[in-house]
């Protein structure tokens, strides 16, 4: 499977952007996680949503804040992204685990990643 990242650009702080996760098959089997890597720090998971029964877990960074969900019948992922700050300014991911949203985030055992799409939040 390849992932398609797309869907960054520039907001302004408070400002919203999707961003969408596309697959190149079906998706059906997989927990979908997305992060993001700041200038100078290292990669940070933000959510994941599971395949079994779409719950979704977010980093307390973007908690309330940033909402995940997908759409199986189109291959692809969503990241809503609303009330933005600048220190949500990075390079945002997606990846796909067959096993579960619990070892894509803390064993890191995605099988497959997106090529990043940017985001800047700045005035």
């Known amino acids: 499977v390849q992932l398609q990242a797309s869907g960054g650009g520039l907001a302004q702080p408070g400002g919203s952007l999707r961003l969408s996760c596309t697959g190149s098959?079906?998706?059906?089997?997989?927990?979908i996680g997305w992060w993001r890597q700041a200038p100078g720090k290292e990669r940070e998971w933000i959510s994941c949503i599971s395949w079994t029964d779409g719950d979704a877990d977010y980093s307390e960074s973007v908690k309330g804040r940033f909402t995940t969900s997908r759409d199986n019948a189109k291959n692809t992922a969503y990241l809503e992204m609303n009330s933005l700050k600048p220190e949500d300014t990075a390079i945002y991911y997606c990846?796909?685990?067959?096993?579960?949203?619990?070892?894509?985030?803390?064993?890191?055992?995605?099988?497959?990643w997106g090529q990043g799409t940017q985001v800047t939040v700045s005035s």
């Open positions: 990846s796909a685990d067959n096993l579960s949203c619990y070892y894509l985030r803390h064993a890191n055992t995605s099988d497959f």
């Open positions: 098959s079906s998706l059906d089997y997989y927990a």
